[in-house]
């Protein structure tokens, strides 16, 4: 069992900057993939980035790659996704979520297996 909760979210001006963070916690985390994703309205959910808990393979979305940045601080069992130059088409709610070990796909939500309850990113012109 994995419990993720994400914070960080809020209103920014276009152009500027925010860091998200996901807390994760449980008694067999450490092995999985931890990936975010996000959802703007009417639209589905899409991939952003992933990355292991070692840091041997990072992905990103071609939307978000040159602006994103995943990253992750083990002894705090925490991931983060440090976010610039924001635009008003990266408004959505920010979800972190986890993957088993063994898995591929990774850029497919059906692969992730725990999900958090999402943080809200507004961007403003």
């Known amino acids: 069992q994995v419990q993720l909760v994400e914070s960080g979210g809020g209103l920014v001006q276009a152009g500027g900057s925010l860091r998200l963070a996901c807390a994760a916690s449980?008694?067999?985390?450490?092995?999985?993939?931890m990936g975010w994703f996000r959802q703007a309205p009417g639209k589905e959910r899409e991939f952003v980035a992933v990355?292991?808990?070692?840091?041997?393979?990072?992905d990103y979305a071609d939307s978000v790659k040159g602006r994103f940045t995943i990253s992750r601080d083990n002894a705090k069992t925490t991931v983060y996704l440090q976010m610039n130059s924001l635009n008003p088409e990266d408004t959505a709610v920010y979800y972190c979520?986890?993957?088993?070990?063994?898995?591929?796909?990774?850029?497919?939500?059906?692969?992730?297996?725990?999900w958090g309850q999402g943080t809200q990113v507004t961007v403003s012109s």
């Open positions: 990355t292991t808990w070692s840091g041997s393979s990072i």
């Open positions: 979520a986890a993957s088993r070990p063994g898995r591929w796909e990774l850029r497919s939500i059906n692969t992730y297996d725990y």
């Open positions: 449980g008694r067999t985390f450490n092995n999985y993939y």
